[in-house]
């Protein structure tokens, strides 16, 4: 069934620091994924804190909108059949030492905290997230 959908991805830090944007962008065009629109930027810690405020009360919350808000990143929303779904797939497990084979996150993620890149978990994130970074 067709089912487009848009979700929001971002290269985080440590990938973007490690020049591997244009590998990790190759993984999502080679998986038919379109990258709709993209932009390189870097936010405050406040910004991600307001981005990643569903974590608030998680003991790393502090550290990873630290972390979020060191260095460039890039934040791309992706379309594709099932694209939110499609996405988390192909990112693999938030731990790289979890996440199976041929995923970004096993390919790439150095670490839990440090995993190269995020995608919405929910139509409903997707949504927020989209929003929160392409507010025009
Ligand atoms: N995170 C962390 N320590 C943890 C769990 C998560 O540093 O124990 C970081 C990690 O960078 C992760 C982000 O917090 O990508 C958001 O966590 P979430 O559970 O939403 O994982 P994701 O949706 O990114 O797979
Ligand atoms: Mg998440």
């Not at 038919?32 to 709709?36: R, S």
């Not at 569903?54 to 790393?60: A, C």
């Given at each position: 069934m067709n089912n487009l959908e848009k979700t929001l991805s971002i290269i985080k830090p440590d990938a973007v620091e490690r020049g591997l944007e244009k590998e990790i962008k190759d993984q999502f065009l080679n998986n038919?994924?379109?990258?709709?629109e993209e932009k390189k930027i870097q936010i405050s810690k406040s910004e991600a804190e307001e981005f990643y405020k569903?974590?608030?009360?998680?003991?790393?919350y502090n550290d990873l909108c630290s972390y979020l808000s060191s260095g460039p990143i890039v934040v791309m929303i992706l379309e594709k059949n099932n694209a939110i779904l499609a996405n988390r797939d192909l990112m693999g497990a938030t731990d790289p030492k979890k996440a199976k084979d041929g995923t970004i996150r096993k390919k790439y993620g150095i670490s839990i905290d440090k995993n190269s890149v995020h995608g919405s978990d929910s139509l409903e994130n997707a949504e927020i997230e989209i929003k929160f970074f392409f507010k025009d």
């Open positions: 038919d994924f379109k990258i709709v569903v974590h608030q009360t998680k003991p790393f």
